[in-house]
């Protein structure tokens, strides 16, 4: 029998991703053990307190070096210290959009022994996942300023959607979706962002059709929000853009009860490049070194 061996690389970041991500490393390896698989790890110092180092979040041949293991492991970054714009275009979103990761796989099961914040809500309510799309959207980090100081300053962002980023993260859920409960929700503003997403709509729509067994559900973001509260059992796999999901996720995260818990996977679903599984929340630097944060998250995104 040949047994099954992977390399990971293990990007612990900033803050409690050094408490965290080892005890994370520790079950992988228990794990590996029990079913019979190898992992062998390697640790990377990359993130914010690297670039108070060196300059960098991510050294020049970074990206090289992770690109030759299996699947990245991954803490958070973020310092108070350092310019929290940094972090996520130096690090976080060069690797998702680096290794076309345009898959952000986030589930919020009601863990067993767990009380929801939300009353009488059982783990048969809450299993859900949602995904995001990872590499466009809001978060292309497309605009400027001008004339900052004076007073006609102004600042621009510009989302980017495009057929082919919306078409292939559709492809991916309305799968996934027939594999569980065969419903989805797109999970929209399309309304007021009458192009962008209308045009997202249009899409998801398009290939809504290519799926006939799954249920197809639009709902726009704000009657979502107050769903994932109130309903959260109407969700099976909800699908929407990147910065909607960011912050949806984190609800996901916290009516479960507690951002510690909330898992994710920065999917490369072709495997040419490797997948990315980090926890969803931060480097939570309020509770750093106090050995208190909560690592289910960090482990579920190992499994
Ligand atoms: N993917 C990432 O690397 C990522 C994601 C989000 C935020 N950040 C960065 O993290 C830093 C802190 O951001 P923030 O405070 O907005 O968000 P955060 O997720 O770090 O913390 C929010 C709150 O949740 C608590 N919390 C988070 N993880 C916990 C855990 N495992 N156990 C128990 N409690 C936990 C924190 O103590 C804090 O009160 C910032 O620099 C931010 O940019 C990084």
Known sequence: MVTRKYRIAVVPGDGIGWEIVPVGVEVLQAAAKQFGFELSTETFPYGAAHYKKTGQFLPDDA??????????????????????????????????????????YRPARLLPGIQSPLRNKTPADIDFIVIRENTEGEFVQAGGFAHDDFDYGLALD????????IERVAHYSFRLAQRRQRRLTN?????????????????????????????????????????????????????????????????????MGSLGLGASGNINPEKEFPSMFEPIHGSAPDIAGKGIANPIGTIWSGA
């Open 187 to 255: 999970i929209t503003k399309s309304n007021t962002l009458i192009h962008s997403l209308a045009y997202w709509d249009k899409v998801i729509e398009d290939v809504s059709r290519s799926y006939p067994d799954v249920i197809y559900k639009k709902m726009y973001v704000d009657n979502a929000a107050a769903n994932f509260v109130l309903h959260p059992e109407c969700f099976d796999v909800v699908l929407t853009t990147n910065f909607i999901g960011d912050i949806l996720s984190d609800l996901g995260g916290a009516i």
């Open 158 to 165: 510009t989302s980017i959607f495009t057929r082919k980023g």
């Open 63 to 104: 990206l090289d070096t992770l690109k030759r293991f299996d699947a990245i492991y991954f803490g958070a970054v973020g310092l108070p210290d350092v310019n929290d714009t940094l972090p996520a275009r130096l690090f976080t979103f060069k690797v998702r959009k680096s290794f076309n990761q345009y898959v952000n």
